[in-house]
């Protein structure tokens, strides 16, 4: 069993509707034997530093988010991916602690398998920009500013991607247009989305 770290114990110690349900995950993560660290405010749990599983919660439910999710055989059909653009993690939730505790030899095992596919080397096959979807109210803005165009072209394919999901996300074309336009000055500037 691996030890915990008192950088996170804040998170299991605040006092809320699933604080039975993270303390029960914690100790089923912990006893097959991953390095507990606090990572984007929840408990992450890492193989030699890479990141295995993380602990997380939310309004409905609280989940176990595998990070490479996606490589894993999931014969329960457990795992969900929360939205069409996430490629690599899946998660599996929880709506009560009972849950968890009938489950316990379920998780250690999909967790021993994540940690097989990290010590292999195997990396989640990631599309590429060009096979996100580009809202037509960018293409024409592209089409229409030689200058934009080459920007973008110039952003890492991560920064293109985040440009790209934020603007499609918008459902009213006048919304993707607003938001294009207010990002045109930061794309001429090299900058991605949360720069």
């Known amino acids: 069993m691996s030890v915990m770290n008192p950088k996170v114990d804040w998170f299991f110690n605040k006092a ?9 995950l ?3 993560v912990l006893d097959v034997g991953l390095t507990e660290e606090l990572k984007w405010g929840c408990p992450c ?10 602990i997380h919660g939310f309004k409905d ?3 176990l988010l595998f990070h490479k999710g996606a490589l894993l055989k999931d014969p329960r059909k457990i795992m969900i991916q929360q939205t069409e653009n996430v490629q690599a993690a899946r998660q599996i939730r929880f709506n009560h602690v009972d849950q968890i505790v009938d489950m316990e030899s379920v998780l250690k095992s999909y967790i021993k398998e994540a940690i097989k596919i990290e010590k292999a080397g195997v990396k989640v096959p990631l599309k590429k920009t ?5 809202p037509v109210e960018f293409k024409h803005v592209l089409e229409a500013t030689p200058a934009l165009k080459n920007a973008f072209s110039a952003l890492t394919p991560g920064r293109q991607r985040g440009y790209l999901l934020y603007f499609s996300s918008a459902k009213q074309s006048k919304t993707r247009e ?18």
């Open 16 to 24: 809320t509707r699933w604080q039975e349900a993270y303390d029960r």
């Open 26 to 28: 914690r100790m089923i």
């Open 45 to 54: 749990y890492t193989f030699e530093g890479s990141n295995i599983v993380l």
């Open 61 to 63: 439910y609280c989940a």
């Open 130 to 134: 060009s096979e996100f979807k580009m």
């Open 178 to 195: 607003s938001r294009i336009e207010k990002c045109m000055p930061k794309i001429l500037k090299g900058k991605g989305l949360e720069d």
